[in-house]
Protein backbone atom coordinates (compact mmCIF):
# COMPACT_ATOMS: atom_id res chain seq x y z
CA UNK A 1 0.00 0.00 0.00
CA UNK A 2 1.00 3.59 -0.60
CA UNK A 3 1.18 6.25 2.26
CA UNK A 4 -2.09 7.90 1.09
CA UNK A 5 -4.50 4.86 1.39
CA UNK A 6 -2.13 3.85 4.41
CA UNK A 7 -2.62 7.38 6.46
CA UNK A 8 -6.46 6.93 5.61
CA UNK A 9 -6.61 3.60 7.08
CA UNK A 10 -4.69 4.09 10.45
CA UNK A 11 -7.19 7.45 10.56
CA UNK A 12 -10.21 5.38 10.82
CA UNK A 13 -8.51 2.61 13.20
CA UNK A 14 -7.74 6.03 15.33
CA UNK A 15 -11.39 7.55 14.42
CA UNK A 16 -12.81 4.03 16.59
CA UNK A 17 -10.20 4.59 19.26
CA UNK A 18 -11.05 8.20 19.67
CA UNK A 19 -15.07 7.13 19.94
CA UNK A 20 -14.64 4.59 22.70
CA UNK A 21 -12.15 6.95 24.47
CA UNK A 22 -14.03 10.03 24.47
CA UNK A 23 -17.19 8.28 25.90
CA UNK A 24 -14.74 6.53 28.86
CA UNK A 25 -12.84 9.85 29.16
CA UNK A 26 -16.02 11.59 29.81
CA UNK A 27 -17.16 9.46 32.46
CA UNK A 28 -14.11 10.16 34.01
CA UNK A 29 -13.85 13.76 33.19
CA UNK A 30 -17.68 14.25 34.64
CA UNK A 31 -17.07 12.90 38.03
CA UNK A 32 -13.90 14.73 38.45
CA UNK A 33 -15.64 17.75 37.50
CA UNK A 34 -18.71 17.46 39.72
CA UNK A 35 -17.46 15.18 42.39
CA UNK A 36 -13.75 16.95 42.13
CA UNK A 37 -12.35 13.26 43.23
CA UNK A 38 -10.36 11.18 40.17
CA UNK A 39 -11.80 7.87 40.05
CA UNK A 40 -8.97 5.25 39.54
CA UNK A 41 -10.96 2.29 39.43
CA UNK A 42 -12.81 3.89 35.51
CA UNK A 43 -10.50 1.78 33.96
CA UNK A 44 -12.45 -1.45 35.89
CA UNK A 45 -16.02 0.07 35.03
CA UNK A 46 -14.90 0.01 31.20
CA UNK A 47 -13.68 -3.64 32.16
CA UNK A 48 -17.13 -4.73 33.80
CA UNK A 49 -18.85 -3.42 30.78
CA UNK A 50 -16.95 -5.50 28.15
CA UNK A 51 -17.61 -8.72 30.82
CA UNK A 52 -21.29 -8.05 31.85
CA UNK A 53 -21.89 -7.79 27.97
CA UNK A 54 -20.01 -10.94 27.30
CA UNK A 55 -22.27 -12.53 30.30
CA UNK A 56 -25.20 -11.15 28.89
CA UNK A 57 -24.59 -11.64 24.83
CA UNK A 58 -23.44 -15.11 25.78
CA UNK A 59 -26.76 -16.00 27.51
CA UNK A 60 -28.88 -14.25 25.32
CA UNK A 61 -27.40 -16.54 22.14
CA UNK A 62 -26.69 -19.61 23.38
CA UNK A 63 -29.26 -20.67 26.24
CA UNK A 64 -32.09 -18.50 24.44
CA UNK A 65 -30.94 -19.35 21.16
CA UNK A 66 -31.32 -15.73 19.65
CA UNK A 67 -29.30 -14.23 16.99
CA UNK A 68 -26.20 -12.09 17.57
CA UNK A 69 -28.06 -9.12 17.40
CA UNK A 70 -30.36 -8.98 19.73
CA UNK A 71 -27.39 -10.25 22.57
CA UNK A 72 -25.74 -7.65 21.10
CA UNK A 73 -28.83 -5.22 21.91
CA UNK A 74 -29.68 -6.55 25.08
CA UNK A 75 -26.06 -6.39 25.73
CA UNK A 76 -26.21 -2.82 25.05
CA UNK A 77 -29.03 -1.95 27.39
CA UNK A 78 -27.82 -3.91 30.31
CA UNK A 79 -24.81 -3.78 30.89
CA UNK A 80 -23.90 -0.33 31.39
CA UNK A 81 -27.18 -0.19 34.03
CA UNK A 82 -25.36 -3.53 35.75
CA UNK A 83 -22.36 -1.31 36.00
CA UNK A 84 -23.94 2.13 36.58
CA UNK A 85 -25.68 0.37 39.51
CA UNK A 86 -22.05 -1.36 40.87
CA UNK A 87 -20.81 1.82 41.03
CA UNK A 88 -24.09 3.60 42.56
CA UNK A 89 -23.35 0.76 45.45
CA UNK A 90 -19.45 1.44 45.55
CA UNK A 91 -19.94 5.12 45.87
CA UNK A 92 -22.66 4.59 48.89
CA UNK A 93 -20.62 2.14 50.47
CA UNK A 94 -17.10 3.51 50.55
CA UNK A 95 -16.94 7.07 48.76
CA UNK A 96 -19.36 8.33 51.09
CA UNK A 97 -18.40 7.23 53.65
CA UNK A 98 -14.42 8.74 53.54
CA UNK A 99 -16.12 12.33 52.44
CA UNK A 100 -15.01 12.56 49.21
CA UNK A 101 -11.45 13.19 50.51
CA UNK A 102 -9.09 13.89 47.08
CA UNK A 103 -6.34 11.58 48.63
CA UNK A 104 -8.37 9.11 50.76
CA UNK A 105 -10.45 8.18 47.71
CA UNK A 106 -7.96 7.86 45.37
CA UNK A 107 -6.37 5.46 47.73
CA UNK A 108 -10.20 3.69 47.90
CA UNK A 109 -10.23 3.63 44.61
CA UNK A 110 -7.05 1.90 44.06
CA UNK A 111 -8.24 -1.11 46.21
CA UNK A 112 -11.52 -1.29 44.07
CA UNK A 113 -10.03 -1.53 41.41
CA UNK A 114 -8.06 -4.59 42.36
CA UNK A 115 -10.82 -5.99 44.01
CA UNK A 116 -12.67 -5.66 40.63
CA UNK A 117 -10.13 -6.57 38.70
CA UNK A 118 -9.24 -9.88 41.01
CA UNK A 119 -12.59 -11.00 41.61
CA UNK A 120 -13.31 -10.56 37.67
CA UNK A 121 -10.48 -13.06 37.46
CA UNK A 122 -11.77 -15.34 39.89
CA UNK A 123 -15.56 -15.43 38.44
CA UNK A 124 -14.81 -14.70 34.16
CA UNK A 125 -11.14 -16.15 34.52
CA UNK A 126 -7.97 -15.46 32.22
CA UNK A 127 -8.97 -16.10 28.88
CA UNK A 128 -9.98 -13.01 26.48
CA UNK A 129 -13.36 -13.69 25.04
CA UNK A 130 -15.18 -12.72 22.20
CA UNK A 131 -18.88 -10.73 21.22
CA UNK A 132 -20.15 -11.46 17.86
CA UNK A 133 -20.80 -8.05 16.19
CA UNK A 134 -24.36 -7.54 15.30
CA UNK A 135 -23.50 -6.99 11.77
CA UNK A 136 -19.66 -7.00 9.92
CA UNK A 137 -20.21 -6.16 6.06
CA UNK A 138 -16.34 -5.30 5.23
CA UNK A 139 -16.24 -2.32 3.25
CA UNK A 140 -13.59 -1.70 0.63
CA UNK A 141 -12.87 1.79 0.24
CA UNK A 142 -11.58 3.31 -2.91
CA UNK A 143 -8.65 6.14 -3.20
CA UNK A 144 -8.23 8.66 -5.78
CA UNK A 145 -4.70 8.88 -8.11
CA UNK A 146 -3.34 11.05 -9.89
CA UNK A 147 -2.92 8.42 -13.09
CA UNK A 148 -1.65 8.15 -16.79
CA UNK A 149 -4.93 9.11 -17.74
CA UNK A 150 -5.74 11.68 -14.76
CA UNK A 151 -7.80 10.97 -11.58
CA UNK A 152 -8.46 7.69 -11.60
CA UNK A 153 -10.43 5.78 -9.01
CA UNK A 154 -8.97 2.53 -7.53
CA UNK A 155 -9.35 0.11 -4.73
CA UNK A 156 -5.84 -0.25 -3.00
CA UNK A 157 -5.67 -4.30 -1.75
CA UNK A 158 -6.18 -4.21 2.24
CA UNK A 159 -7.71 -0.60 2.35
CA UNK A 160 -11.23 -1.40 4.17
CA UNK A 161 -13.02 -1.08 7.12
CA UNK A 162 -16.47 -2.68 8.32
CA UNK A 163 -19.42 -1.44 9.33
CA UNK A 164 -19.65 -2.81 12.61
CA UNK A 165 -16.50 0.09 12.73
CA UNK A 166 -18.76 3.14 11.27
CA UNK A 167 -21.84 1.92 13.54
CA UNK A 168 -19.58 2.50 16.42
CA UNK A 169 -18.21 5.80 16.03
CA UNK A 170 -22.00 6.99 14.60
CA UNK A 171 -23.35 5.25 18.36
CA UNK A 172 -20.21 7.32 20.23
CA UNK A 173 -21.45 10.76 18.31
CA UNK A 174 -24.75 9.97 19.09
CA UNK A 175 -24.54 9.20 22.69
CA UNK A 176 -22.22 12.17 23.06
CA UNK A 177 -24.92 14.55 21.68
CA UNK A 178 -27.12 13.06 24.23
CA UNK A 179 -25.15 13.22 27.18
CA UNK A 180 -24.68 17.06 26.01
CA UNK A 181 -28.29 17.37 26.24
CA UNK A 182 -28.79 15.51 29.40
CA UNK A 183 -26.11 18.34 30.98
CA UNK A 184 -27.89 21.41 29.12
CA UNK A 185 -31.41 20.74 28.92
CA UNK A 186 -32.71 18.44 31.52
CA UNK A 187 -33.32 19.35 35.31
CA UNK A 188 -30.96 16.27 36.30
CA UNK A 189 -28.18 18.34 34.28
CA UNK A 190 -28.52 21.51 35.82
CA UNK A 191 -28.12 19.98 38.63
CA UNK A 192 -25.53 18.48 38.25
CA UNK A 193 -23.83 21.45 37.26
CA UNK A 194 -25.12 23.31 40.12
CA UNK A 195 -23.44 21.29 42.07
CA UNK A 196 -19.63 21.09 40.36
CA UNK A 197 -20.30 25.09 40.57
CA UNK A 198 -20.67 25.36 44.42
CA UNK A 199 -21.20 22.23 46.23
CA UNK A 200 -22.25 24.45 49.59
CA UNK A 201 -24.74 26.71 47.89
CA UNK A 202 -26.22 23.81 45.90
CA UNK A 203 -26.83 22.11 49.01
CA UNK A 204 -28.32 24.90 51.11
CA UNK A 205 -30.75 25.40 47.91
CA UNK A 206 -32.15 21.60 48.91
CA UNK A 207 -30.32 19.98 45.82
CA UNK A 208 -29.65 16.16 47.55
CA UNK A 209 -25.52 16.42 46.92
CA UNK A 210 -25.28 13.31 48.21
CA UNK A 211 -28.06 11.78 45.44
CA UNK A 212 -26.23 13.95 42.84
CA UNK A 213 -22.88 12.37 43.83
CA UNK A 214 -24.13 8.56 43.34
CA UNK A 215 -25.66 9.70 40.17
CA UNK A 216 -22.63 11.08 38.87
CA UNK A 217 -20.30 8.40 39.96
CA UNK A 218 -22.76 6.02 38.18
CA UNK A 219 -23.45 8.09 34.85
CA UNK A 220 -20.04 8.34 35.03
CA UNK A 221 -19.43 4.03 35.22
CA UNK A 222 -22.11 3.43 32.78
CA UNK A 223 -20.70 5.80 29.81
CA UNK A 224 -17.33 3.67 29.77
CA UNK A 225 -19.37 0.55 30.42
CA UNK A 226 -21.41 1.69 27.53
CA UNK A 227 -17.39 2.08 25.41
CA UNK A 228 -16.92 -1.20 26.56
CA UNK A 229 -19.99 -2.63 24.72
CA UNK A 230 -19.10 -0.94 21.97
CA UNK A 231 -15.15 -1.83 21.66
CA UNK A 232 -15.98 -5.50 22.60
CA UNK A 233 -16.67 -6.92 19.29
CA UNK A 234 -13.81 -5.90 17.89
CA UNK A 235 -11.03 -6.29 20.92
CA UNK A 236 -12.12 -9.25 23.37
CA UNK A 237 -13.05 -9.10 26.53
CA UNK A 238 -10.15 -9.47 29.38
CA UNK A 239 -9.72 -8.98 32.96
CA UNK A 240 -7.14 -6.79 32.49
CA UNK A 241 -8.50 -4.63 29.54
CA UNK A 242 -9.23 -1.59 31.91
CA UNK A 243 -5.14 -0.35 32.26
CA UNK A 244 -5.14 0.86 29.08
CA UNK A 245 -8.72 2.96 29.16
CA UNK A 246 -7.65 4.50 32.84
CA UNK A 247 -4.34 5.53 31.03
CA UNK A 248 -5.50 7.10 27.74
CA UNK A 249 -8.45 8.59 29.50
CA UNK A 250 -6.13 10.51 32.36
CA UNK A 251 -3.94 11.56 29.37
CA UNK A 252 -7.34 12.91 27.15
CA UNK A 253 -9.02 14.48 30.17
CA UNK A 254 -5.79 16.46 31.76
CA UNK A 255 -5.02 17.86 28.39
CA UNK A 256 -8.45 18.44 27.91
CA UNK A 257 -9.00 20.61 30.96
CA UNK A 258 -10.62 18.39 33.48
CA UNK A 259 -14.43 18.73 33.92
CA UNK A 260 -15.21 20.57 30.39
CA UNK A 261 -17.43 18.35 27.74
CA UNK A 262 -16.21 20.14 25.04
CA UNK A 263 -11.97 19.87 26.23
CA UNK A 264 -12.48 16.31 26.76
CA UNK A 265 -14.33 15.31 23.21
CA UNK A 266 -11.76 17.71 21.65
CA UNK A 267 -8.89 15.82 23.43
CA UNK A 268 -9.89 12.68 23.19
CA UNK A 269 -10.36 13.19 18.85
CA UNK A 270 -6.40 14.40 19.15
CA UNK A 271 -5.21 11.45 21.40
CA UNK A 272 -7.10 8.63 19.86
CA UNK A 273 -6.52 9.88 16.26
CA UNK A 274 -2.67 10.47 16.74
CA UNK A 275 -2.41 6.95 18.74
CA UNK A 276 -3.85 4.91 15.83
CA UNK A 277 -1.72 7.29 13.41
CA UNK A 278 1.38 7.13 15.48
CA UNK A 279 1.58 3.45 16.48
CA UNK A 280 0.97 2.47 12.88
CA UNK A 281 4.39 3.89 12.15
CA UNK A 282 6.26 4.20 15.47
CA UNK A 283 6.55 2.04 18.19
CA UNK A 284 3.80 2.03 20.21
CA UNK A 285 5.57 1.99 23.78
CA UNK A 286 7.82 5.03 22.45
CA UNK A 287 4.42 6.43 21.76
CA UNK A 288 3.05 5.66 24.67
CA UNK A 289 6.11 6.71 26.99
CA UNK A 290 6.12 10.13 25.34
CA UNK A 291 1.80 10.62 25.95
CA UNK A 292 2.85 10.08 29.51
CA UNK A 293 5.84 12.38 29.85
CA UNK A 294 3.65 14.85 27.60
CA UNK A 295 0.65 14.96 30.75
CA UNK A 296 3.67 14.67 33.22
CA UNK A 297 4.58 17.80 31.80
CA UNK A 298 1.23 19.50 31.24
CA UNK A 299 0.34 19.03 35.02
CA UNK A 300 4.11 20.27 36.16
CA UNK A 301 3.87 23.65 33.79
CA UNK A 302 0.24 24.36 33.36
CA UNK A 303 -1.80 22.44 36.02
CA UNK A 304 -4.37 26.28 36.60
CA UNK A 305 -5.48 25.85 32.86
CA UNK A 306 -6.04 22.10 33.19
CA UNK A 307 -7.60 21.53 37.32
CA UNK A 308 -9.87 24.44 36.34
CA UNK A 309 -9.77 27.97 37.66
CA UNK A 310 -9.53 26.41 41.41
CA UNK A 311 -6.35 23.90 42.05
CA UNK A 312 -7.22 20.37 42.99
CA UNK B 1 14.54 11.39 80.21
CA UNK B 2 11.78 8.81 79.14
CA UNK B 3 10.99 10.18 76.28
CA UNK B 4 14.40 8.83 74.82
CA UNK B 5 14.96 5.84 76.86
CA UNK B 6 11.79 4.18 75.48
CA UNK B 7 11.90 4.71 71.58
CA UNK B 8 15.96 3.73 72.00
CA UNK B 9 15.16 0.90 74.26
CA UNK B 10 12.02 -0.37 71.50
CA UNK B 11 14.10 -0.14 68.20
CA UNK B 12 17.21 -1.87 69.85
CA UNK B 13 14.97 -4.54 70.80
CA UNK B 14 13.40 -4.80 67.64
CA UNK B 15 16.96 -5.16 65.72
CA UNK B 16 17.77 -7.90 68.59
CA UNK B 17 14.41 -10.07 68.09
CA UNK B 18 15.10 -9.82 64.31
CA UNK B 19 18.55 -10.76 64.59
CA UNK B 20 17.66 -13.95 67.35
CA UNK B 21 15.05 -15.00 64.94
CA UNK B 22 17.78 -15.79 61.59
CA UNK B 23 18.75 -18.55 64.47
CA UNK B 24 15.26 -19.49 65.48
CA UNK B 25 13.68 -19.62 61.93
CA UNK B 26 12.41 -22.54 60.12
CA UNK B 27 13.82 -22.48 56.99
CA UNK B 28 10.99 -21.22 54.43
CA UNK B 29 10.37 -18.38 56.85
CA UNK B 30 13.72 -17.74 57.37
CA UNK B 31 13.70 -17.07 53.37
CA UNK B 32 10.43 -14.99 53.39
CA UNK B 33 11.41 -12.82 56.14
CA UNK B 34 14.59 -11.80 54.62
CA UNK B 35 12.66 -10.67 51.31
CA UNK B 36 10.42 -8.99 54.27
CA UNK B 37 13.22 -7.14 55.60
CA UNK B 38 14.08 -5.75 52.21
CA UNK B 39 10.52 -4.75 51.33
CA UNK B 40 10.37 -2.88 54.63
CA UNK B 41 13.49 -0.84 53.63
CA UNK B 42 11.45 -0.04 50.52
CA UNK B 43 8.30 0.56 52.45
CA UNK B 44 10.18 2.78 55.40
CA UNK B 45 11.65 5.14 52.63
CA UNK B 46 7.97 5.58 51.20
CA UNK B 47 7.40 6.75 54.57
CA UNK B 48 9.51 8.78 55.35
CA UNK B 49 7.86 11.09 51.89
CA UNK B 50 4.78 10.08 52.67
CA UNK B 51 4.08 9.94 56.27
CA UNK B 52 6.36 12.46 58.06
CA UNK B 53 6.49 15.02 54.78
CA UNK B 54 3.02 14.16 53.89
CA UNK B 55 3.39 13.76 49.99
CA UNK B 56 1.48 11.16 48.58
CA UNK B 57 3.16 9.45 45.37
CA UNK B 58 2.06 6.79 43.33
CA UNK B 59 4.88 6.42 41.33
CA UNK B 60 7.54 4.87 43.89
CA UNK B 61 8.02 1.65 41.84
CA UNK B 62 10.08 4.14 39.84
CA UNK B 63 12.45 4.75 42.60
CA UNK B 64 12.95 0.97 43.25
CA UNK B 65 13.39 0.50 39.80
CA UNK B 66 16.14 2.82 39.99
CA UNK B 67 17.66 1.09 42.51
CA UNK B 68 17.46 -2.20 41.20
CA UNK B 69 18.57 -1.53 37.50
CA UNK B 70 21.40 1.02 38.61
CA UNK B 71 22.74 -2.00 40.43
CA UNK B 72 21.59 -4.69 37.87
CA UNK B 73 22.63 -2.98 34.70
CA UNK B 74 26.03 -2.26 35.23
CA UNK B 75 26.86 -5.56 36.96
CA UNK B 76 24.89 -7.06 33.65
CA UNK B 77 27.01 -5.22 31.03
CA UNK B 78 30.04 -3.86 32.43
CA UNK B 79 30.66 -6.38 34.75
CA UNK B 80 31.03 -4.36 37.74
CA UNK B 81 31.55 -5.61 41.18
CA UNK B 82 28.42 -6.15 43.46
CA UNK B 83 29.94 -3.09 46.21
CA UNK B 84 30.07 -0.31 43.85
CA UNK B 85 27.13 -1.36 42.00
CA UNK B 86 24.91 -1.04 45.34
CA UNK B 87 26.10 2.21 45.85
CA UNK B 88 25.66 3.02 42.31
CA UNK B 89 22.50 1.23 42.47
CA UNK B 90 21.82 4.52 46.30
CA UNK B 91 22.95 6.98 44.06
CA UNK B 92 20.37 5.72 40.79
CA UNK B 93 17.45 5.93 43.59
CA UNK B 94 18.81 9.26 45.08
CA UNK B 95 19.10 10.99 41.62
CA UNK B 96 16.06 9.68 39.97
CA UNK B 97 13.97 11.00 43.07
CA UNK B 98 15.54 14.40 42.63
CA UNK B 99 14.57 14.65 38.81
CA UNK B 100 11.08 14.04 39.54
CA UNK B 101 11.13 15.61 43.10
CA UNK B 102 11.94 19.03 41.64
CA UNK B 103 9.28 18.66 38.79
CA UNK B 104 6.56 16.88 40.77
CA UNK B 105 6.68 19.52 43.74
CA UNK B 106 5.84 22.13 41.41
CA UNK B 107 2.65 20.67 41.37
CA UNK B 108 0.42 19.38 45.07
CA UNK B 109 -2.62 16.96 45.86
CA UNK B 110 -4.51 15.15 43.27
CA UNK B 111 -1.93 16.40 40.15
CA UNK B 112 1.03 15.86 42.34
CA UNK B 113 -0.24 11.83 42.95
CA UNK B 114 -0.64 11.70 38.92
CA UNK B 115 2.42 13.34 37.87
CA UNK B 116 4.58 10.87 40.16
CA UNK B 117 2.03 7.88 38.34
CA UNK B 118 2.93 9.34 35.08
CA UNK B 119 6.25 9.47 35.37
CA UNK B 120 6.83 5.80 37.04
CA UNK B 121 4.73 4.30 34.19
CA UNK B 122 7.07 6.27 31.44
CA UNK B 123 9.91 4.91 33.40
CA UNK B 124 8.52 1.15 33.43
CA UNK B 125 7.64 1.75 29.58
CA UNK B 126 11.23 2.71 29.22
CA UNK B 127 12.60 -0.49 30.50
CA UNK B 128 10.13 -2.59 28.22
CA UNK B 129 11.42 -0.16 25.56
CA UNK B 130 15.19 -0.66 25.99
CA UNK B 131 14.45 -4.74 26.07
CA UNK B 132 18.32 -5.63 24.11
CA UNK B 133 19.56 -4.28 27.55
CA UNK B 134 16.91 -5.17 30.01
CA UNK B 135 15.18 -8.47 28.82
CA UNK B 136 11.65 -6.09 29.45
CA UNK B 137 9.09 -8.27 31.55
CA UNK B 138 11.03 -11.51 31.19
CA UNK B 139 14.03 -9.82 33.46
CA UNK B 140 18.02 -11.30 33.97
CA UNK B 141 19.64 -13.25 36.44
CA UNK B 142 22.70 -11.93 38.00
CA UNK B 143 25.00 -14.72 38.59
CA UNK B 144 25.85 -16.20 41.71
CA UNK B 145 29.74 -15.67 41.18
CA UNK B 146 28.77 -12.06 40.76
CA UNK B 147 26.52 -11.88 44.08
CA UNK B 148 29.62 -11.59 46.81
CA UNK B 149 30.22 -8.61 48.81
CA UNK B 150 33.57 -8.46 50.85
CA UNK B 151 33.77 -12.39 49.88
CA UNK B 152 30.85 -13.50 51.37
CA UNK B 153 28.07 -15.33 49.28
CA UNK B 154 25.30 -13.35 49.33
CA UNK B 155 23.02 -16.08 48.08
CA UNK B 156 23.93 -18.34 51.16
CA UNK B 157 20.68 -18.24 53.34
CA UNK B 158 22.28 -17.07 56.37
CA UNK B 159 24.38 -14.21 54.96
CA UNK B 160 21.35 -12.98 52.88
CA UNK B 161 19.42 -13.03 56.44
CA UNK B 162 22.06 -11.40 57.59
CA UNK B 163 22.80 -9.01 54.94
CA UNK B 164 19.04 -7.85 54.67
CA UNK B 165 18.91 -7.28 58.93
CA UNK B 166 22.17 -5.38 58.20
CA UNK B 167 20.31 -3.16 55.65
CA UNK B 168 16.97 -2.79 57.79
CA UNK B 169 18.36 -1.76 60.68
CA UNK B 170 20.76 0.66 59.41
CA UNK B 171 17.77 2.31 57.37
CA UNK B 172 15.61 1.59 60.55
CA UNK B 173 18.17 3.58 62.19
CA UNK B 174 18.77 6.15 59.85
CA UNK B 175 14.79 6.84 59.92
CA UNK B 176 14.68 7.13 63.20
CA UNK B 177 17.61 9.28 63.72
CA UNK B 178 15.55 11.36 60.83
CA UNK B 179 12.00 12.08 62.18
CA UNK B 180 13.78 13.20 66.05
CA UNK B 181 16.20 15.13 64.38
CA UNK B 182 15.08 19.51 63.78
CA UNK B 183 14.96 18.44 60.32
CA UNK B 184 11.66 15.73 60.64
CA UNK B 185 10.16 18.01 63.09
CA UNK B 186 10.43 20.48 60.35
CA UNK B 187 8.91 17.56 58.02
CA UNK B 188 5.73 16.74 60.14
CA UNK B 189 5.17 20.75 60.56
CA UNK B 190 5.26 20.81 56.93
CA UNK B 191 2.58 18.18 56.91
CA UNK B 192 0.22 18.81 59.53
CA UNK B 193 0.25 23.32 58.56
CA UNK B 194 2.18 24.18 55.23
CA UNK B 195 1.42 27.31 55.28
CA UNK B 196 2.09 28.10 59.08
CA UNK B 197 5.64 26.43 58.01
CA UNK B 198 6.20 28.54 55.36
CA UNK B 199 5.34 31.59 57.56
CA UNK B 200 7.63 30.36 60.52
CA UNK B 201 10.33 30.90 58.00
CA UNK B 202 11.59 27.31 56.96
CA UNK B 203 12.26 27.02 53.51
CA UNK B 204 9.14 24.52 52.57
CA UNK B 205 10.33 23.10 48.94
CA UNK B 206 13.73 22.52 49.92
CA UNK B 207 12.59 20.25 53.42
CA UNK B 208 10.61 18.54 51.06
CA UNK B 209 12.89 18.23 48.37
CA UNK B 210 15.32 16.47 50.76
CA UNK B 211 13.06 14.28 51.87
CA UNK B 212 11.93 12.99 48.35
CA UNK B 213 15.51 12.80 48.10
CA UNK B 214 16.13 10.61 50.98
CA UNK B 215 13.07 8.36 50.46
CA UNK B 216 14.64 7.93 46.86
CA UNK B 217 18.08 6.80 48.11
CA UNK B 218 16.71 4.62 50.81
CA UNK B 219 14.19 2.95 47.89
CA UNK B 220 16.89 2.89 45.87
CA UNK B 221 18.96 0.85 48.54
CA UNK B 222 16.34 -1.57 48.81
CA UNK B 223 16.16 -2.57 45.36
CA UNK B 224 19.94 -2.78 44.65
CA UNK B 225 19.63 -4.56 47.82
CA UNK B 226 16.56 -6.76 46.56
CA UNK B 227 18.16 -7.34 43.02
CA UNK B 228 21.83 -9.12 44.66
CA UNK B 229 20.30 -10.85 47.50
CA UNK B 230 17.45 -12.77 45.21
CA UNK B 231 19.71 -12.26 41.99
CA UNK B 232 16.68 -11.42 39.94
CA UNK B 233 16.50 -8.01 37.99
CA UNK B 234 12.91 -7.43 35.86
CA UNK B 235 10.43 -5.12 34.53
CA UNK B 236 7.67 -6.13 37.11
CA UNK B 237 9.10 -4.40 40.07
CA UNK B 238 8.60 -1.15 38.21
CA UNK B 239 5.13 -1.54 37.41
CA UNK B 240 2.08 0.27 39.01
CA UNK B 241 1.52 -2.70 41.61
CA UNK B 242 5.04 -1.90 43.08
CA UNK B 243 4.18 1.44 43.35
CA UNK B 244 1.03 0.82 45.10
CA UNK B 245 2.38 -1.62 47.43
CA UNK B 246 4.44 0.53 49.72
CA UNK B 247 1.47 2.65 50.01
CA UNK B 248 -0.47 -0.41 51.35
CA UNK B 249 2.31 -1.66 53.48
CA UNK B 250 2.78 1.79 55.10
CA UNK B 251 -1.26 2.82 55.75
CA UNK B 252 -1.73 -0.81 57.11
CA UNK B 253 1.34 -0.41 59.42
CA UNK B 254 0.60 3.48 60.21
CA UNK B 255 1.85 6.39 58.30
CA UNK B 256 4.59 8.47 60.28
CA UNK B 257 6.18 5.51 62.35
CA UNK B 258 9.12 4.24 61.80
CA UNK B 259 8.11 0.26 62.97
CA UNK B 260 4.85 0.85 60.97
CA UNK B 261 6.53 -0.01 57.45
CA UNK B 262 8.34 -3.15 58.77
CA UNK B 263 4.76 -4.60 60.82
CA UNK B 264 2.90 -3.60 57.18
CA UNK B 265 4.67 -5.30 54.93
CA UNK B 266 5.60 -8.56 57.40
CA UNK B 267 1.27 -8.44 57.72
CA UNK B 268 0.81 -8.09 53.70
CA UNK B 269 3.57 -10.14 52.76
CA UNK B 270 1.80 -13.00 54.64
CA UNK B 271 -1.28 -12.45 53.44
CA UNK B 272 -0.84 -12.42 50.25
CA UNK B 273 1.66 -15.44 50.66
CA UNK B 274 -1.09 -17.48 52.19
CA UNK B 275 -4.06 -16.61 49.75
CA UNK B 276 -1.51 -17.43 46.85
CA UNK B 277 -2.25 -20.77 48.08
CA UNK B 278 -5.70 -20.70 47.63
CA UNK B 279 -5.86 -18.49 44.45
CA UNK B 280 -4.22 -16.92 41.88
CA UNK B 281 -6.39 -13.79 42.23
CA UNK B 282 -4.51 -12.83 45.94
CA UNK B 283 -4.21 -8.89 44.81
CA UNK B 284 -7.83 -9.16 46.10
CA UNK B 285 -6.67 -9.43 49.66
CA UNK B 286 -4.37 -6.16 48.57
CA UNK B 287 -7.50 -4.48 47.53
CA UNK B 288 -10.19 -4.94 50.37
CA UNK B 289 -7.36 -4.11 52.50
CA UNK B 290 -6.97 -0.61 50.97
CA UNK B 291 -10.43 -0.20 51.14
CA UNK B 292 -11.02 -1.37 54.75
CA UNK B 293 -7.79 1.12 55.88
CA UNK B 294 -9.34 4.12 54.57
CA UNK B 295 -12.86 3.36 55.65
CA UNK B 296 -12.22 2.33 58.76
CA UNK B 297 -8.28 3.05 60.20
CA UNK B 298 -6.70 5.55 58.45
CA UNK B 299 -3.92 5.92 60.78
CA UNK B 300 -2.79 1.84 60.21
CA UNK B 301 -2.02 -0.52 63.10
CA UNK B 302 0.55 1.51 64.71
CA UNK B 303 -1.19 4.85 64.32
CA UNK B 304 -3.93 3.83 66.04
CA UNK B 305 -2.02 2.41 69.01
CA UNK B 306 -0.20 5.92 69.52
CA UNK B 307 -4.01 7.22 69.53
CA UNK B 308 -4.42 4.60 71.85
CA UNK B 309 -2.10 3.87 74.31
CA UNK B 310 1.76 4.92 73.53
CA UNK B 311 1.75 8.65 72.65
CA UNK B 312 5.82 8.42 72.65
CA UNK B 313 5.93 6.34 69.58
CA UNK B 314 7.78 7.52 67.23
Avoid at chain 1, 224 to 243: D, E, N, R, S
Avoid at chain 1, 259 to 267: F, H, I, K, P, Q
Wanted: charged share 10%.
Amino acid sequence: MDFGPYLLLASLEGAVLAAVLSLTALGLSLVFGVMRVVNVAHGEFFMLGAVASWFVATFVDETLGAPAWLGFAVALAVAPLAVGAFAWAADRLVLERVGYDPERTIVATIGLLYIVQQATLMGFGPDARPVQPPFNHRLALPWIEWGEEGLALYWPWGLSTTSYKLFVIAAAVVLLIAVWLVLSRTRLGLVMRATQFDRETAQAFGIPVDRVFAMTFAIGAGLAAIAAVLIVPIQQAHYLMGGDPLLLSFIVVIIGGLGSLRGTVLAALLIGMSDGIISVFFSPTLAKILATLLVAMVLVFRPQGLFGARPA
Amino acid sequence: MTGLMKPGALHVGVALLLLAANFLLPEYHHGAMARVLTLAVFAMGYNVMFGYAGLLSLGHALFFAAGLYGMGLPMQHLGLAAEPAFLLGIFSGALVAAVVGALALRTAGVAFMIVTLMFAQAGYLTILYFLEYTRGDEGFVIAREARTVFGLDLAAPEVRYLAAWLLFTVAMFVVLALVRSPAGRVLVAIRENEERARMLGYDVARYKLGAIVVSGALCGAAGAAYGLLFGYVGATFASVQYSILPLLWVLLGGAGTVLGPLLGATFMFYLIDLSSGITDAYMLIAGAALVALTLFAPAGLLGELRRRACPWLP
